[in-house]
């Protein structure tokens, strides 16, 4: 397959063909299969080994697993997209510095509008992810900031909405939203439904928007990815103080 880049409407996308059906196949074992095949393990053998992983464990596995999977098969798109940065780097930095912007912005547009639906704003996500970060800072930041931008962004934007953005933009952009946006809920929604769970979905739409043009708007993954480390850093320096 060659190296070359396709593009769509101006949108370099260097994923070869085999890293894109790689690609699409883990975003759905990463977004629905990972947790049941980790949780089974440690369920079931784990325990013949003499040893049960904590959920901080199991999150650092589960972002770690993924990180190395996608760094060996999608080595030559993330390192293809990597030098689109170096060779633009100006756009990586306004991207970054708008976007932060633009999701500070957005988020409390959000936060100020589910007050009129919503009496308590505790997001079943977010809480646990509170509670964990207090409890484990370190390692949750290892999660937070250096693994989980890396895998969610050369999934959620590299793969969904690189893949789309050559078609159809606001294909890209409402594809990737949303699925970025169910991604952090569906264990909920699926477990527990309550109706307010679906407002919630709503305080994910500026964090897929925005990181989404991130991407656009600097040709380049490492955007959104630099983007998504600094929000979770951040919001989670914030839970930790």
Known sequence: ?????RTGGGFPYP???????VGWMYVFVHMFAMSYILAA???WVFPLLGFRLSETWLNLVYYAFGFVF?????????RETFADMCSNFAATVVAVILGFVAYVLLSNIVAFGLRFFLDNLTNPNSAAVNTTTKLNPNKMLVIGVLLAPVVEETLFRGVVFGSLRRKNAILAYAVSTVLFAIYHLWSYLVHDFQPSLLLYLLQYLPAGLVLGWAYDYS?????????????????????IG
């Open 1 to 5: 397959m060659s190296g070359k880049k």
């Open 15 to 21: 994923m070869n063909r085999v890293e894109l059906i």
């Open 41 to 43: 393990l440690n369920a």
């Open 70 to 78: 996608l760094l060996g098969f999608l080595f030559h798109y993330l």
């Open 219 to 239: 040709k380049t993954l490492w955007a959104p990815v630099f983007l998504h480390m600094m929000i979770n850093y951040v919001v989670m320096t914030v839970q």
